[in-house]
């Protein structure tokens, strides 16, 4: 691979095309470190034409490359020593994956073998993507086969890019699929320097391409006439346009993993360390920039005062130590990812504070850079944005409770429902509790063998 990284002067700025490294001829990519905002590096992403090129290459490799002939067994081969490569350069992964979205390096450092052990677990799939059959009771005999779905992309939100191009391409590579990765402009350099492992790992020419770029290359991709199914991470806003570009074109499948508006319910029998911890982390992890971040939090009334005391104390330390650099080993809290985010955080922590009560943070940080110290808002009115609206920052809206009914009634009221926490030691009503995967967060199952089934489509074949 590189053996460069993490150089400044020679990071990854290319496309990965046809296992070559192509300059862009699109709209430029500003990398910037949101510790301080300084520039990292700037280059062109892909224009259409470049991926009109790499679509009909995609094509052609899965048609009639040499990829169209390998074994599931070869396949898995390709997935093992891809993981592999991974692991062996971890601190270059971890490296630009930090740089470009202030995410802490110890954190990024401890993500690679998870990214490595999601391509080994789709590299023993490989070979077992079996079908039916069913007895010629009328007359047929009949075969069902899981056939691959042909160029599968991918555009990925920038917050987790190594695990979404993992959750993407590896069931993808595994059924058999070529794909096209598309990360986000804001975070592309960790994904882009897996291009200088593919063709070590022993995939073929155009079976693993990478086209760095900004939101007009996903919107190309996903109303391109020649790709065959999108897999999407990101926001609900940009899934509704890629849902809708993908039915205007060619109908192809879609996969949305999109925002979320998490509850965590504390009951008064829960383990009061444990609920503090998790929830601290629930709010705290990459600043408040994941998905399933818990984001709305219900305490039963009895025992708010101690739990909601050990909570605010516990952040209000994070935010005291806002500001380390996140390319240190040691910093575990970051900055945001950039300006943009920066700013549209600030707002909705601005509008609360008209409504609603701080009771931990809230106050700007002035030193420079992204970082917003983590915030708790009180009794939030049903129609204040920060209670509806999905943030993507450190900021956690509590309510109090009386009964399971009345905690359920407000966990459910979302549009949301990506996932959901219950913190309580009766087993019976943990498991009564819902969660996770509904609404507005998107159509379809990423990891496990649920996602296989993403990547194929069954053809049944009668035989008289
Ligand atoms: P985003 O929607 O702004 O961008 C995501 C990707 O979409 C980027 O690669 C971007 O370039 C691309 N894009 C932008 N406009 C597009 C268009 N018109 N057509 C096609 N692609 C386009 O999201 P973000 O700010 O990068 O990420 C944050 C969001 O992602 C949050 O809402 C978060 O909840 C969500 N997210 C969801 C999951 C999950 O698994 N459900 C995981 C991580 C992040």
Redo the contacts with the bound molecule.
Sequence with gaps: MCGKCPDIDNLPTHLYIDNEWQEGSGSVIDCKNPKDGSDIVKFKGASEADVDKAVDISRKAFETGPWATFTGDQRGQCLNKFAQLLEDHASEFAYLESVCSGRPLGQCTYEVPLVAKAYRYYAGWADKIRGDSYPPEDGFYKIVRQEPLGVCAG??????SL??MA?KSAPALACGNTVIL?????SPLGTLCAGYLIKEAGFPPGVFQILP??????????SHMKIDK?S????????R??QD?ATKSNLKRVT?????KSPAIVFDDADMQKAVFWCTVGIATNAG?????TTRLFVQDTIADEFLGKLTAGLEAIGKGIGADPQNMATTYGPL?DKI?YDKVRAYIEDGKKSTKVIAGGEEYTKGGYFCSPTVFMNPPDDAKIWRE?I?GPVLCVRTFKTEEEALELANDTVYG?AGAVYTQDINRALRVPMGGFGS??TGR?LGEYALRHYTETKTIWIK
């Design positions: 555009i990925t939100a920038w917050n987790g695990h979404f959750w598309k990360p986000s402009e804001k770029g900004n939101g007009e290359v996903g919107a190309i991709l996903s999108i999407f991470t990101g926001s609900t806003f940009t899934g346009k890629i570009a949305l993993e999109l925002g979320g920039q994941v998905c399933a971040a990812v985010q999905e993507f990506l967060s998107g990423e």
